[in-house]
């Protein structure tokens, strides 16, 4: 079974631009979320989308907007990007909305933005 | 706010010895609590997930604890191997102060391990 894949890899952007980010969860996931992982932390929750609804929202600006399609994929869409946006993207999905005692979440290997 | 906090520094420990990790928390009541591996570059792997009314949990070479009233979880790798050798993250979910009904996971800034063969 394919894991969670997300594109592109690397990305290399100016400030000011605009990116979009993307994500395919494991088959029969319905829930994905986004992280944002910044050298030398841990990851830091954006969003959690299920059944193409936004379910949870971190504490970042509004400059950060995601979607989720009918087929479950998920984009991040980052707007005006600062150079404090660079970062490790992880997409992560999972089969419930909720966190149960069975339940984890499975990441992606991320997409690496730098914002020059 | 919310706080997880993890041994900043890096552990380096000789092959065959067993690790300990650690993972302390403030204002917060998870009803789950979590430990990923994360590899350079690469996604978190999640490793061991134990429940608030658990105190240990094992899965071959790894133990975990949990101390809901020190509010502290202690990961431990035993006969550790250089190919254990990664940053290993502590995640909170499920706050019990608002009915634990979330997906959302809290991570701490994770422990980078080194075995020395």
């Known amino acids: 079974d394919a894991g969670v894949t997300q594109s592109p890899t690397h990305l290399i952007k100016t400030r000011g631009q605009h990116v979009t980010l993307r994500c395919s969860p494991i088959?029969?996931?319905?829930?994905v979320s986004w992280y944002q992982q910044v050298l030398g932390q841990g990851p830091q929750f954006i969003f959690q989308?299920?059944?193409?609804?936004?379910?949870g929202r971190g504490n970042f600006p509004d400059r950060f907007s995601a979607r989720q399609f009918p087929n479950y994929s998920s984009e991040l869409n980052v707007n005006a990007l600062l150079l404090g946006d660079s970062a490790l993207y992880l997409c992560a999905s999972s089969t419930h909305r909720v966190m149960g005692p069975q339940e984890t979440q499975y990441f992606g290997p991320g997409t690496r933005l730098l914002v020059l | 706010s919310q706080k997880i906090e993890q041994n900043s520094e890096a552990l380096n420990i000789q092959e065959g010895k067993t690790a300990t990790l650690t993972c302390n928390y403030t204002?917060?009541?998870?009803?789950?609590l979590q430990w990923y591996r994360q590899d350079p570059g690469r996604g978190p792997v999640f490793l061991l997930l134990?429940?608030?009314?658990?105190k240990e949990k094992r899965k071959e070479r790894l133990k975990v604890t949990f101390d809901t009233t020190l509010k502290q979880s202690l990961f431990h790798i035993t006969a550790s191997q250089p190919a254990d050798s990664a940053t290993y993250l502590c995640a909170l979910a499920g706050d019990l102060n608002y009915g634990g009904a979330t997906n959302k996971l809290i991570f701490g800034t994770g422990t980078l391990l080194a075995v020395q063969p």
């Open positions: 134990i429940r608030e009314n658990e």
């Open positions: 989308y299920y059944e193409k609804e936004e379910r």
């Open positions: 204002n917060y009541s998870p009803a789950y």
């Open positions: 088959s029969g996931h319905k829930s």
